[in-house]
């Protein structure tokens, strides 16, 4: 079998005969006919293609209602559609789809792809991108490609090759149709301006309560019914403000009760590559061994220097030195979230036998836990207590660490303090995390100069059909 090749799992492809006695290769899945393909077929648009671009877009197609069934199946959601999925889709054609769990490949979406090189992949983008922008230009789908939402000009400008992200869809036609190649500014006016990506205030706590185990009922013990790991990571994120890739350096080491605040958790997070672990030595003795070396000899390497699922990146924060340890410590705000996070961890920590990785994070068959899983957890959390998992509405791990940011504000911490909280380098970087809600700026407009007399213009009425009524209780 050819690499590229893949055995369809949610479909079949079969040949028909139309009207006109010419043969038609359709998509065909449990529900019957693929209608929206066939109408893709029989568009004036797609007119005196030749049967091998046919053959490659049922291919491609193929490949999108394949993924689309499976994820849907595997996470229990509506099948996706939009930019983001259109990413992972790249990302599963290029990479495949299997995972290391506990050094065992796995595929959690029961696919079994290989990865493809860069022109199939390119191919097969290119062909579903165009059939995503049909479906939107004629069932009025969201856009599957982002750069479909471009003007046409700037969809022709923004074609791409085998490199890049999203094909404009015009694969094996080697021409442009009407479409000229214009030169164009994206954006060409000045920033936009919307409301902070963060977690609505005063949710964080439901949201720990809706990382619900399948399964869950009421009236089961706390952890058989929640995921403590992940309410934890919600925690280092929400109520300390930790950047995504964070919490997963963490080793168990790390978290111990705060000798200064009894019961309330201390957690320093680790440079992970020349940070030091203390480890035993002769004679009963401690000393510091640098992690990326504690690392080797347990046959793992730092989590920002691999790749693949278990990578977590590491921004350079501003780091404590101390000695040979190199971490910064967590600043809990409100404070009783980290009396939580000590009560999760010990109940956490005591469950299951013997570790065998340092990191505090593991998933259910004990191998590093993922940013990748916990993403999902958090997405189907958002869910449950009513927020769309998107940047706009907050429900992201980024979300997370702005709800962190503007509750700092709210209780007045300067913008100094608040980047010392968020360990931002640069003050000014900080500003993007506690810019104010227009809602918020459109209250205190309003508290600062209430509607309480008209506009007078010297030789006009000083009352005119238009001037507002005085509010009841006001005088003018």
């Known amino acids: 079998m050819h690499p590229n090749a893949v055995t369809p799992s949610h479909h079949v492809a079969m040949n028909f005969r ?6 038609v290769r359709l998509i065909v899945t449990e529900g019957g006919i693929l209608r ?10 797609n007119c005196g293609y030749s049967l091998s671009w046919w053959r490659k877009a049922v291919q491609a197609i193929g490949l999108l209602v394949d993924h689309r069934a ?24 290029r990479h495949g789809t299997f995972v290391e769990v506990d050094k065992v490949l796995a595929c959690p979406l029961g696919l079994h792809w290989q990865g493809r090189g860069e022109r199939a992949v390119w191919e097969a983008m290119s062909h579903i991108t165009r059939f995503g922008d049909f479906c939107t230009e004629r069932y009025g789908w969201p856009w599957l490609n982002p750069y479909a939402m471009l003007p046409v000009p700037g969809r022709t400008w923004r074609r791409t090759g085998p490199d890049g992200a999203f094909p404009r869809g015009d694969a094996g036609r080697g021409r442009l149709d009407n479409e000229r190649v214009v030169p164009i500014r994206i954006g060409g006016g000045g920033p936009a301006y919307g409301d902070p990506p963060a977690f609505p205030a005063g949710r964080l706590d439901d949201l720990l309560g809706a990382f619900l185990r399948r399964g869950a009922r009421e009236g089961q013990p706390r952890e058989t019914r929640l995921h403590l790991r992940d309410m934890m990571i919600a925690v280092l994120q929400g109520a300390a403000g930790l950047r995504c890739s964070e919490p997963f350096h963490i080793y168990v080491g790390d978290v111990e009760e ?7 958790a201390r957690v320093r997070v680790h440079d992970p590559v020349d940070s030091a672990v203390p480890c035993p030595g002769p004679g009963g003795t401690w000393h510091p061994v640098r992690r990326a070396d504690f690392l080797q000899g347990q046959s793992y390497v730092p989590r920002n220097q691999t790749h693949g699922g278990t990578r ?19 600043q809990w705000y409100p404070i009783r979230y980290g009396v939580l996070f000590l009560d999760l961890y010990r109940e956490y920590t005591a469950r299951g036998g013997a570790r065998s990785s340092p990191y505090l994070f593991l ?49 007045g911490l300067s913008e100094s303090a608040i980047a010392a909280c968020l360990n931002q380098s640069d ?26 007399a008209n506009v007078v213009i010297p030789g006009l009425s000083s009352r005119s059909a238009h001037a507002p009524r005085a509010r009841a209780g006001e005088t003018r």
């Open 18 to 23: 139309d009207g006109a006695g010419r043969s």
């Open 36 to 45: 929206e393909f066939l109408d893709y077929w029989e568009a004036p648009s």
């Open 70 to 93: 499976a994820t849907q199946a595997a996470t229990g959601l509506p099948a996706p559609w939009g930019p983001h999925y259109l990413q992972t889709l790249k990302m599963h054609l």
């Open 258 to 264: 705060d000798p200064t605040q009894p019961g309330v």
């Open 312 to 330: 977590a990146g590491w921004k350079s924060p501003i780091v404590k030195q101390d000695g040979r340890y190199r971490y910064f410590e967590v």
């Open 363 to 411: 998933n259910d068959a004990g191998s590093p836990y993922t940013i990748r899983q916990y993403e999902k957890k958090l997405k189907l959390a958002c869910l449950r207590v009513g927020v769309e998992p998107t940047k706009a509405a907050g429900g992201t791990t980024h979300g997370l660490r702005h709800h962190y940011a503007q509750g700092l504000k709210a209780a």
């Open 427 to 452: 003050e000014r970087s900080a500003e993007t995390y506690t810019r104010p809600f227009m809602a918020d700026v459109a209250r205190q407009l309003r508290d600062v100069d209430p509607l309480t």
